[in-house]
C-alpha cells in the first residue's frame, strides 16, 4: 500500500516484569495453531514460536541471580532494510520481508523445508515440522482459523500474530480509514502477559508506547535513550526490533557475546 | 520457401546416409526408412487426436465430479426483491469481516414459512428451516486454507464490484453444477472452465494469477521492465540514491519480490 507510511512494528519486553510464568508461550501456541506431540519432553523437537529461557548470572549461591528472557522471532531488518540472515538465504521466497510493516513473513505453502534460514536465524526463532501435525480429538475445533496450520516439512515461526494486523486492516477498510490504532493490532503474547512486561506497536509512531520506551536517539545512530535497553546479540548487526529492557547490567551483557577480557568494556555498541 | 523445402530434403537424405555407413550390415534399417512411411506419420496424426481428445475431453471429465447443490436458489429473483444488492444477503460484519453464504438467520426473516409453491423453497422450509439445519452449500469460490483474501479492502477500500471475481452470479436464475476436482477436492472455478487455463472475462478464474493480474497492474513501472535482473536492480538502486522516493511509487512492500509482499493475501 503506497499509500502509508511505512510502519516498523516492534516488542518491548522489560525482562525486570517478567516472572517467566509462561503465560506468552502458551497464549502464543494456541492462538497461531502451533502443532505439539504426545512427548515434548525432548525440548530440541518441539516448536514454540515464543521461548522463555532461563539465564543466571552463573555466581554461587549468596550471589546468584536468574533472570527469565521470553524469545519471539526478533523480525530483524538487517544492515538495510530487509536484508535479515533469513530472507537473505532463503532460495525460495518463502519467507519475506515486508516493508510495510518491517515484519519478516513465513509463507508454508512456498517453503520447501531445506532449512537455511533455521541454519542463519541466530536466535533459533524458527522451526522445523518434522511431523504432521495430530490434534487430539475435538482439538481442531479449536483452531484459529484465521492462522493455517502448518505441514509436515515446513518451517515456520512467529509473525507478531500478522493475521491480526490483516484483521485490523479489514476493520480500517470497513470503516474508510488506511491506519490502524496502536490497540487495534496488539500480538497474543502482549495481551496474554500477567505482568505487562510485553509491550508492542509500531517502533516508527510517536504515539506508541514502544517508540517512547526505547526512543531512539538519532545523535547516536538510532541506539535507544533509554540505557536499559538492549537487543540480542547486537553485534551481529541483524538489526532486530524485538528490545528488551533490564536495570541489571549482567543480563544487558548476557544479552550478547562479550569476550572474557571485554566484559569491562562499558561503551555501547551502536548499531543502527 | 523453395529453399526451405530444398533443406528438408536434403537432412533426412544426409541423415540416412550416415545412418548406413555406420551401420552397414543391418541395412534393414534403411528399407523401413524408405518404405512405409505414410502409416507412421498417419499413426503419429491420429495418436496426436487421441492424446488431445483424452488431454482436452476425457480428462476434465474424469478430473471433476459433479456435485448438485442441497437445494437450488434464484439469485435473480432475490436481487430483483431486496434493496441493497448483493450486499443485503452477502454482508460485511462491524469488524469487517464478510459473511459469504448467508446463515439459515437471514433467510429465515422471510422463509419462516412456505411462500410460495417453489419445490426447492417448500423442500428449504421443511428440511432446513423447521428442523434449525444450516444448509450445506457449497462454495464455488472456496479458497485454500492458506489464503486470507479480504472482502472490505476490495469492496470499500478499492471499491470494486462483486461481479469483476465472481462474474454475474446475482443474474442467475439456478444454481450451476459444482464440479469438484477429485484431487484438490476444490471447485472447478477456481481454475476455471477452460482446462488449458485461457480465461476472457476477470471472473473465469480465480487462481492466485487471477489476482496478480490486477496487482501487478497497480506496480506498472516494474510491468514495463520486466524481469528484475542484477544490471536492473543497480539502476533503480543509482536511481533511488540520486532522487530517493521517486522509484518507491512503482514497488511494492515485499523486499524479495518488489511486489505486494506474499503476507498481504497468505497467512
Not at chain 1, 516493508?99 to 513465513?106: C, D, F, Y
Not at chain 1, 562479550?258 to 548499531?271: D, S, T
Not at chain 2, 452449500?137 to 472482502?151: A, E, G, N, R
Request: glycine fraction near 8%; hydrophobic fraction near 30%; proline fraction near 6%.
Amino acid at each position: 500500500m503506497k499509500h502509508n507510511k511505512a510502519q516498523k512494528f516492534g516488542m518491548v519486553i522489560d525482562l525486570d516484569k517478567c516472572t517467566g510464568c509462561g503465560s506468552c508461550m502458551v497464549a502464543c501456541m494456541s492462538e497461531n495453531n502451533v502443532p505439539f506431540r504426545k512427548d515434548e519432553s525432548d525440548k530440541f523437537l518441539s516448536i514454540t514460536w515464543m521461548r522463555v529461557y532461563r539465564l543466571t548470572n552463573g555466581k554461587p549461591f549468596p550471589n546468584t541471580d536468574i533472570c527469565y528472557l521470553p524469545r519471539p522471532c526478533m523480525q530483524c531488518a538487517g544492515q538495510h532494510e530487509g536484508h535479515s540472515p533469513c530472507v537473505s538465504v532463503c532460495p525460495a521466497i518463502a519467507t519475506d520481508y515486508s516493508t510495510e510493516t518491517g515484519i519478516v513473513s513465513q509463507i508454508y505453502t512456498r517453503c520447501f523445508g531445506c532449512r537455511y534460514c533455521m541454519a542463519s536465524c541466530p536466535y533459533h526463532a524458527r522451526y522445523f515440522n518434522w511431523w504432521d501435525p495430530i490434534w487430539p480429538d475435538g482439538m481442531e475445533k479449536y483452531l484459529s482459523p484465521n492462522v493455517s496450520p502448518r505441514m509436515r516439512g515446513v518451517v515456520e515461526k512467529c509473525s507478531f500474530c500478522f493475521h491480526r494486523y490483516q484483521l485490523a486492516k479489514e476493520k480500517a477498510f470497513m470503516e474508510g480509514r488506511r491506519n490502524i490504532e496502536e490497540n487495534e493490532y496488539q500480538t497474543a503474547c502482549t495481551q496474554a502477559c500477567p505482568a505487562g512486561a510485553v509491550t508492542f506497536g509500531d517502533l516508527n509512531n510517536p504515539d506508541h508506547a514502544v517508540y517512547n520506551l526505547v526512543k531512539p536517539d538519532h545523535k547516536h545512530s538510532g541506539r535507544p535513550t533509554n540505557p536499559h535497553a538492549f537487543r540480542l546479540l547486537e553485534r551481529l548487526g541483524t538489526n532486530p526490533k524485538v528490545y528488551y529492557l533490564s536495570s541489571r547490567k549482567w543480563v544487558r551483557q548476557v544479552g550478547d557475546n562479550y569476550l572474557k577480557n571485554e566484559a569491562k568494556v562499558k561503551k555501547p555498541v551502536h548499531h543502527g | 520457401m523453395s529453399t526451405l523445402d530444398d533443406h528438408s530434403k536434403e537432412i533426412p537424405e544426409d541423415t540416412a546416409g550416415g545412418a548406413t555407413a555406420a551401420q552397414s550390415p543391418e541395412e534393414k534399417i534403411k528399407k523401413q526408412d524408405n518404405g512405409p512411411g505414410g502409416p507412421i506419420i498417419l499413426f503419429f496424426i491420429l495418436g496426436l487426436f487421441a492424446s488431445l481428445i483424452v488431454g482436452w475431453i476425457i480428462f476434465p471429465k474424469l478430473l471433476y465430479s459433479q456435485k448438485k447443490q442441497p437445494i437450488d436458489f434464484n439469485h435473480a429473483f432475490h436481487v430483483a426483491e431486496v434493496e441493497n444488492g448483493c450486499e443485503s444477503c452477502h454482508f460485511f460484519r462491524k469488524d469487517g469481516t464478510f459473511s459469504g453464504a448467508p446463515k439459515l438467520e437471514q433467510c429465515i426473516d422471510c422463509h419462516e414459512e412456505i411462500q410460495g409453491v417453489d419445490p426447492d423453497e417448500i423442500k428449504f422450509v421443511e428440511e432446513y428451516v423447521s428442523k434449525g439445519r444450516e444448509v450445506p452449500w457449497l462454495i464455488y469460490s472456496k479458497q485454500p486454507d492458506c489464503v486470507f483474501f479480504s472482502h472490505a479492502a476490495h469492496i470499500k477500500g478499492a471499491d470494486m464490484e462483486c461481479v469483476a471475481c465472481h462474474g454475474h452470479i446475482g443474474e442467475s436464475e439456478s444454481l450451476k453444477v459444482y464440479e469438484e476436482n477429485r484431487i484438490t477436492g476444490y471447485s472447478r472455478d477456481i481454475w476455471g472452465k477452460s482446462i488449458g487455463g485461457f480465461k476472457k472475462n476477470t471472473w473465469d478464474r480465480m487462481k492466485m494469477d487471477d489476482c496478480a493480474d490486477c496487482h501487478q497492474k497497480n506496480y506498472a513501472i516494474i510491468e514495463k521492465t520486466g524481469v528484475k535482473t542484477p544490471t536492473k536492480r543497480f539502476v533503480d538502486h543509482m536511481i533511488e540514491v540520486v532522487s530517493p522516493g521517486s522509484s518507491i511509487s512503482g514497488k511494492g512492500t515485499s523486499v524479495q519480490t518488489e511486489r505486494d509482499a506474499c503476507f498481504v493475501c497468505h497467512k
